[in-house]
Nanobody, 123 residues
Framework: EVQLVESGGGLVQAGGSLRLSCVAP????????IGWFRQAPGKEREGVSC????????YYADSVKGRSTISSDNAKNTVYLQMNSLKPEDTAVYYC????????????????WGQGTQVTVSS
């Protein structure tokens, strides 16, 4: 199964910003949708954002809407998630994932996943 690679996580104070990156070595994003998910310890994995590389449609969870922007650079096979005004409740491992069927808020349509990048937001 193709693996994606996330980066850009780290420790940031509340109110700060991070830009997460997702790279897919060896294949193009042009024909896929890329979603960002997150999972905090003891909690269910939840959808955060998604972009369809085919038509550029974007989606955001209510919890991050207005604070986050997802974008893609298809030439670089890279998807970014810019997160601003970070809150402690944003603390989680963030994963990117690939879907051949477009964007979905649930994880099951996404067949390829990255290893995750840790985002920690201090109070």
């Amino acid at each position: 199964e193709v693996q994606l690679v996330e980066s850009g996580g780290g420790l940031v104070q509340a109110g700060g910003s991070l830009r997460l990156s997702c790279v897919a070595p060896g294949f193009t994003f042009n024909d896929y949708a890329i979603g960002w998910f997150r999972q905090a310890p003891g909690k269910e994995r939840e959808g955060v954002s998604c972009i369809s590389s085919r038509d550029g449609s974007t989606y955001y969870a209510d919890s991050v809407k207005g604070r986050s922007t997802i974008s893609s650079d298809n030439a670089k096979n890279t998807v970014y998630l810019q997160m601003n005004s970070l809150k402690p409740e944003d603390t989680a491992v963030y994963y990117c994932a690939r879907s051949a069927y477009g964007c979905y808020i649930r994880a099951t349509p996404f067949g390829s996943w990255g290893q995750g990048t840790q985002v920690t937001v201090s109070s």
